[in-house]
């Protein structure tokens, strides 16, 4: 079947540390998405890619790196720099080419620092 | 003023209500339109898509205003199961996927 995975679904991570979320999509879309969103708000856009090796800045992407290597893999890291990382975090995927174009996204990861 | 805004709600409203969400987006660009309904502590699912003709599914009509660049979403005889957040999505020129911080929808009984 295809879809967008995301791993691990629960991660916990100490003060100081870099974490990698992983988000691998088999559906052959172009475009992939990482998406924040803390309790009761929002998504918020951290960082974009419309095509393999290029990506762009969402609205919050201070703390956070990404990489775009193979098309169907979007891993995005929380760097120390993030100062408040505690939040669920969406990937997403969606189709470049087309009019009618749909995100479909991975179920999630819930990140806590402790 | 951000791409896609909505008003957060919440939006309490009885069993039975009618209710309307409206979106409003800054990109005149914009290409396709979409409703997606999110659960607590779940990941966004797609409810329905926005045409200019106007698109229904069951109790559920989506409407597109190009001209004045909004899209709304009508729920008829409300049940408790729609209590979740719906989330406007605007996708644009490079098919740049933008949603609003959606509208908190809570059925009473």
């Known amino acids: 079947d295809g879809g967008i995975t995301q791993s691990p679904k629960y991660l916990f991570r100490k003060e100081g540390q870099n974490v990698t979320l992983s988000c691998e999509q088999n559906?052959?879309?172009?475009?992939m998405y990482w998406y924040r969103q803390d309790p009761g708000q929002g998504l918020r856009l951290i960082y974009y890619s419309q095509i393999v090796n290029d990506f762009q800045k969402g609205d919050i992407a201070e703390g956070y790196s990404v990489s775009r290597e193979k098309k169907e893999s979007f891993p995005l890291t929380v760097t120390s720099a993030q100062k408040n990382p505690t939040a669920f975090y969406l990937c997403?995927?969606?189709?470049?080419?087309?009019?009618?174009?749909?995100?479909?996204f991975g179920q999630g990861t819930r990140l806590t620092v402790v | 003023r951000k791409e896609v805004e909505q008003d957060p709600g919440p939006f309490n409203v009885p069993e039975g209500a009618t209710v309307a969400f409206n979106c409003t987006y800054s990109n005149s660009a914009s290409q396709s339109f979409f409703w997606y309904r999110q659960d607590c502590r779940k990941e966004p699912k797609l409810l329905m898509s926005?045409?200019?003709s106007g698109n229904e599914d069951g109790r559920f009509t989506a409407q597109l205003n190009r001209a004045s660049q909004y899209i709304s979403l009508l729920i008829r005889d409300s049940k408790l199961s729609d209590s979740a957040t719906y989330l406007c999505?605007?996708?644009?020129?490079?098919?740049?996927?933008?949603f609003g911080t959606g509208t908190k929808l809570q059925v009473i009984p």
């Open positions: 999505v605007v996708t644009g020129g490079y098919q740049k996927v933008t």
């Open positions: 997403a995927s969606s189709i470049r080419e087309g009019g009618n174009t749909e995100a479909f």
């Open positions: 559906l052959n879309h172009d475009a």
């Open positions: 926005v045409y200019s």
